[in-house]
């Protein structure tokens, strides 16, 4: 028999107050069973329109603050969320079995939190995001690769890409995190942190 929680859950949910504590294992967890990509996730936004768009992002850190990630600020999801700065996130791992939902308030990071990440990247990375117009129609793709050669002969020193202006990162800090565990017959565990003041309440909610 499967060990339970306080709650009668599985004792992969934990008894925890803080849903950090819990992602950071089920997070773990994944990076050691996923074969790619176990911090992909889905980011849906919404523009003007009230229209909602979804694509897959990587996130590249979390906190007790939130959940960041990095973009060209002229694409369309940077568009989205300099307008109307709230977002969801769903990651799914199939290995596991689990999916974690997230939603909430989406600010900018500091310059400097930017750069620090910016650096660590690949060189061709850092050149990418110098060459590509994100979202933008393409003429050709050859007019692509044309642009990626000019910025590696601009920064032909590897060492030494700075970071452009239009590239930066968002944190979603969240109001709700939602764990989910498949069970056999569609009776699905979950479990919900709601965020009230500076403390989470925690819900089991139907299937």
């Known amino acids: 028999m499967n060990k339970k929680n306080n709650l009668g859950l599985d004792i992969c949910f934990m008894n925890e ?3 950090f504590i819990v992602f950071k294992q089920w997070m773990s967890e994944a990076e050691k069973n996923e074969i790619n990509d176990p911090n992909a996730v889905a980011l849906a936004t919404v523009n003007e ?3 909602p768009d979804v694509r897959m992002v990587l ?8 959940f960041i990630f990095f973009t060209n ?4 999801k940077g568009s989205d969320l300099k307008k109307i700065p709230k977002a969801s996130m769903c990651f799914h791992w199939k290995s596991l079995l689990r999916q974690v939902r997230i939603s909430g308030e989406i600010s900018s990071i500091s310059d400097k939190e930017a750069d620090e990440y910016f650096n660590s990247r690949p060189y061709l990375s850092r050149i990418g995001a110098w060459s590509s117009n994100q979202s933008k129609p393409m003429e050709t793709r050859d007019a692509f690769l044309n642009r ?8 032909s020193d590897q060492n030494n890409v700075p970071r452009p202006n239009h590239w930066s990162g968002f944190m979603l800090s969240p109001k709700r995190i939602e764990f989910w565990k498949d069970v056999e017959g569609r009776l699905h565990q979950r479990l919900e942190y709601l965020k009230e003041l500076n403390s989470w309440k925690k819900n089991i909610l139907y299937p």
């Open 17 to 19: 107050d803080d849903p």
């Open 49 to 51: 329109s009230n229209q």
């Open 59 to 66: 996130l590249k850190e979390f906190n007790n603050n939130g």
């Open 73 to 76: 600020l002229e694409s369309k």
């Open 148 to 155: 990626i050669q000019k910025y590696k002969n601009k920064f």
